[in-house]
């Protein structure tokens, strides 16, 4: 049987460059939850707290690696926005979707796309603590530098990347490109488009 043709994303066409492949990020996955199933298998169970909407491609790999691990998982969501322009983000935070139930003593693991200036995040865990949380750790799948400028404690981090704006993977540009399956770099010519 000869070679099949690689099927090709609509996307494909508008990156640069890709900074993280498809591969990669599958396998620092299943990285990233066998280190999560050691430290928590004293716990039951724990609590996977996704940020909308950036982490949902992430959420829905990583619970499934952590299934894999046989560690039981539940899942909720939030949804958060800065307050004024992205690029000069705030921290200060608007809640648009709320947990759905008590997180008191569970023990809670942020799952986020990205860390960029960290404010956002470091609102969040003041919050979940707020909410009785018995801990709360947070997995990343990628950081960029200025995230070390806030202290906030990341404990699992997928790839430090560059400071340039990305997408896929759940990031978008205007809502487009949360489907591709690898992180990348767009094209100059797609901000002229808009
Ligand atoms: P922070 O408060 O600056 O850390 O904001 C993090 C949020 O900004 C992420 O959850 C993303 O929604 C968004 N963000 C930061 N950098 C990028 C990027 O390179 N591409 C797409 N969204 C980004």
């Known amino acids: 049987m000869g070679e099949q043709p ?4 609509w996307y494909d066409a508008d990156i640069e460059r890709i900074v993280v492949s498809e591969e990669q990020i599958q396998t620092k996955i299943d990285e990233l939850a066998k280190q999560v199933a050691v430290d928590y298998a004293q716990h039951d169970s724990v609590l996977l707290v996704g940020v909308l909407k950036g982490a949902f491609v992430f959420m ?4 499934r690696a952590l299934g894999r691990q046989t560690r039981p998982v539940e899942i909720e969501f939030m949804a958060v926005s800065s307050y004024g322009a992205r690029a000069t983000s705030s921290g200060v935070v608007r809640i648009l979707k709320d947990l759905d139930r008590d997180i008191a003593d569970k023990h809670v693991i942020v ?6 200036s960290g404010l956002t995040l470091s609102w969040l865990l003041k919050y979940l603590e707020s909410r009785s949380a018995a801990s709360v750790e947070v997995v990343a799948l990628l950081r960029k530098p200025d995230a070390i400028k806030v202290d906030v404690a990341v404990k699992y ?5 560059p400071n340039e704006f990305v997408v896929g993977y759940g990031l978008d540009f205007a809502e487009h490109y949360r489907e591709m399956p690898y992180i990348g770099v767009l094209r100059p010519s797609v901000y002229s488009r808009v």
Request: net charge negative; no cysteine.
């Open 111 to 116: 799952v986020e796309d990205i860390v960029d």
């Open 60 to 63: 829905a790999d990583f619970a």
């Open 6 to 9: 690689q099927p090709q994303g």
């Open 157 to 161: 981090v997928g790839f430090d990347i």
